[in-house]
Each structure stands twice: as structure tokens, then as C-alpha cells.
């Protein structure tokens, strides 16, 4: 049973960066396909990106690049989701979520979900 | 990208009511089609995989349809604890992760 356990809630003035954590027990983050989705206030859910195995590597939602940056300490078993430049409209929940891509692609463990809220 | 559009956006029902959510797919996707439960202040959960397959725990009043481009999630008998959103999500073609706009189900 995988586990994710996120930091806390965070604000943060338009133009800083943020920078959430999660925590994986259960499984080895090596073992895993951890990606980022967020839901802002009166939206849907939202993608960010996270590591594909098929590409062996940490792809990027479009809207995103630039902007993110997503990073594992595996002596850790925590993966990192960092968003800059941000702007009002970055407020949202964040999740950190297992993918298994060996089975439909599924989103079948989720951190807590981390509100980042941006405000002046 | 693959776009995922559900129907309809929000739907009001009634304890024991059938309710019927719909997500259509912009090219075909198969079966490589998953649906969310969110409640609020809560992460999503998953309900149904594989298009038509439900996910351990989740009761049996909750199924899946459909192929191709064509989806539906139904409840047969409304309960309590199903208000809630719900959302479709693709996984044919990857990357992007791509997901319906979501539905509110409402009493």
C-alpha cells in the first residue's frame, strides 16, 4: 500500500516560488511513477507533470515549463514539486499521486493535498 | 492532446436516484478510461479502471461503460455519501495527463 504524505500549507506574495514535499512509505520512490496534479478554486482537476516510464524521465505539462521543477531524494523517499513565478491564479490544492502506468494509467495513491494560496 | 469533455457539468438528483455522467473523448482512447470521486477538502479517489472495471472497496452500484470515445459512469441507486464530484481522466496517450472538466452532483 503505497502512502504520500505532504507538507504543509503554504502562502506565498505573486512572484516567489513554493516548494512542496511528499513523503512516500510504503514503497521505495524508485519503485514509483509520482506526478503532480492540482484543483484551483471552482476548477477541475489540473496536471502538472511528474517522471513517465516510458520517456525515463520528468516530463512537463506544456503550461508549466519554465515555471516547475520536479525533483526525488531517493535517501529520503520524498519527491519535490516546486512552482515559481507564481501568480494569483496558482492558488489551488496540490496532490502528489502513483501513477501506475501498468495498469490503465491509473491514479490510485494520493498525498493529502498540500493549499498553496497566493495573495499580496 | 487528447481533451476529455464531460456532460453535464452539474446535475442535481435525489436519494436513490440512477444518475448517468458522460465523458467523450476528442479521438479514440480504447478502454484506457478512469473515473474520480472528489469530496470536498478531500483527495479524489479512484472509482472505475479499464473503462468498465470497478476498483476494490468501491460498492457495486457504481459501474462503467463504453470504448473508443464514448464513456458513461453510473450510479444505480443514489445514496447519501455519492454527492460529490466526479471526474473522467484518459490514459491512452501519455503525456499529458488529460481530465474531464468534472461533474457536480448536487442533492
Known amino acids: 500500500q503505497v502512502q504520500l504524505v505532504q507538507s504543509g500549507a503554504e502562502v506565498k506574495k505573486p512572484g516567489a516560488s513554493v516548494k512542496v514535499s511528499c513523503q512516500v512509505s510504503g514503497y521505495t520512490l524508485t519503485e514509483l511513477s509520482i506526478h503532480w496534479v492540482r484543483r484551483a478554486p471552482g476548477k477541475g482537476l489540473e496536471w502538472l507533470g511528474g517522471?513517465?516510464?516510458?520517456?525515463?524521465?520528468?516530463i512537463y505539462a506544456q503550461k508549466f515549463q519554465g515555471r516547475v521543477t520536479m525533483t526525488e531524494d531517493t535517501s529520503t523517499d520524498t519527491a519535490y514539486m516546486e512552482l515559481g513565478s507564481l501568480r494569483s491564479d496558482d492558488t489551488a490544492v496540490y496532490y502528489c499521486?502513483?501513477?501506475?502506468?501498468?495498469?490503465?494509467?491509473?491514479?490510485?495513491?494520493w498525498g493529502q493535498g498540500t493549499l498553496v494560496t497566493v495573495s499580496s | 492532446d487528447i481533451q476529455m469533455t464531460q456532460s453535464p457539468s452539474s446535475l442535481s438528483a435525489s436519494v436513490g436516484d440512477r444518475v448517468t455522467i458522460t465523458c467523450r473523448a476528442s479521438?479514440?482512447?480504447?478502454?484506457?478510461l478512469n473515473w474520480y470521486q472528489q469530496k470536498p477538502g478531500k483527495a479524489p479517489h479512484l472509482l472505475i479502471y479499464g473503462a468498465t472495471r470497478l476498483q476494490s472497496g468501491v460498492p457495486s452500484r457504481f459501474s462503467g461503460d463504453g470504448g473508443g470515445t464514448d464513456f458513461t459512469l453510473t450510479i444505480s441507486s443514489l445514496q447519501p455519501e455519492d454527492f460529490a464530484t466526479y471526474y473522467c481522466q484518459q490514459s491512452y496517450i501519455t503525456p499529458p495527463i488529460t481530465f474531464g472538466q468534472g461533474t457536480r452532483l448536487d442533492i
Open positions: 517522471f513517465h516510464p516510458e520517456d525515463g524521465e520528468t
Open positions: 499521486v502513483h501513477i501506475d502506468f501498468d495498469d490503465y494509467g491509473t491514479l490510485d495513491s
Open positions: 479521438e479514440s482512447i480504447t478502454t484506457y
